[in-house]
């Protein structure tokens, strides 16, 4: 089964701030990975798909890139809005896995 | 507007089953794979089970294989989840959510979530 490491697990920046987030894979997975943003009590939304596709919807702030086993997640001009736990999870073979997250807080 | 409505959560003592129910509309049901996902308390996310848009095929996580059964009734625009043999360790809300591109085994992305139903396992 593959394995998604997330890094790092917490991070503290301001609003304005650019944040990057990465996502391991244990192996190749090529593009085949999602990123999501999930918020108290709410279901996970989507953000990324195919590594480095933007959801409909989502703001141009949000990017993705990487392919095989290493990813990042990049939150250009941090809104007050943003500050949630982030996902990742691989879609390239069952079963599908989802990386432990990276909560991203206020400074 | 795509909707997802999980039902069925509650609470249960361990060794003993519950049916999850997923009410899906807004989109084409039959066209879709649909997957299920759940979330310990203060936990991360774990996948669970997908069925194929045409129930022909069915993947389970080892976590759940041989307890859990995954359907569902393109008539009543419904998706199942069957929990038999529940554990204090499945406690966890759960989701369900649609499958969008891909080729069922790869690529696609579970666009569309719902808002969860709360399942406790507990003597």
Known sequence: ?107 | QVQLVESGGGVVQPGRSLRLSCAASGFIFRNNGMHWVRQAPGKGLEWLAVVWYDGSKKYYADSVKGRFSISRDDFKNTLYLQMNDLRVEDTAVYFCARLEGGDGYKGGALDYWGQGTLVTVSS
């Open chain 1, 1 to 107: 089964d593959i394995q998604l490491t997330q890094s790092p697990s917490f991070l503290s920046a301001s609003v304005g701030d650019s944040v990057t987030i990465t996502c391991r894979a244990s192996q190749g997975i090529s593009s085949y990975l999602l990123w999501y943003q999930q918020k108290p009590g709410k279901a996970p939304k989507l953000l990324i798909y195919a590594a480095s596709s933007l959801q409909s919807g989502v703001p141009s702030r949000f990017s993705g890139s990487g392919s095989g086993t290493e990813f990042t997640l990049t939150i250009s001009r941090l809104q007050p809005e943003d500050f949630a736990t982030y996902y990742c999870q691989h879609v390239n073979n069952f079963p599908y896995s989802f990386g432990p997250g990276t909560k991203v807080d206020i400074k």
